[in-house]
């Protein structure tokens, strides 16, 4: 059974950071693509970043030069370090398997709500 947990969200103000992690079990974690999503009440959910299973990156435009996705193959584990963060980061953030533009691979975990204060 897949498990997708993600954990490390919180309060903070505008301009501090977080480190969010999303532990994977029931996937082979080394071969797959991670990717981390988010979601602001009343919005869609959004592709932030992705790592795929060599360490290459991708970033939305929004995040680019602040987010840094990264991956531990040993620990199953991928993590998305937050910096510089602004009011409008403010939602649920998710982790998951991409599979193309609009895909997931596995059900959704719980998320973790990250709020930036102004």
């Known amino acids: 059974q897949v498990q997708l947990v993600e954990s490390g969200g919180g309060l903070v103000q505008a301009g501090g950071s977080l480190r969010l992690a999303c532990a994977a079990s029931?996937?082979?974690?080394?071969?797959?693509?991670m990717a981390w999503y988010r979601q602001a009440p009343g919005k869609r959910r959004d592709l932030v970043a992705v790592?795929?299973?060599?360490?290459?990156?991708n970033y939305a435009d929004s995040v680019k030069g602040r987010f840094t996705i990264s991956r531990d193959n040993a620990k199953n584990t991928v993590y998305l370090q937050m910096n510089s963060l602004k009011p409008e980061d403010t939602a649920v953030y998710y982790c998951?398997?991409?599979?193309?533009?609009?895909?997931?691979?596995?059900?959704w975990g719980q998320g973790t709500q990250v709020t930036v204060s102004s």
């Open positions: 998951n398997v991409p599979r193309g533009q609009t895909l997931v691979g596995f059900s």
């Open positions: 029931g996937i082979t974690f080394t071969t797959n693509d």
């Open positions: 790592i795929s299973s060599g360490g290459s990156t």
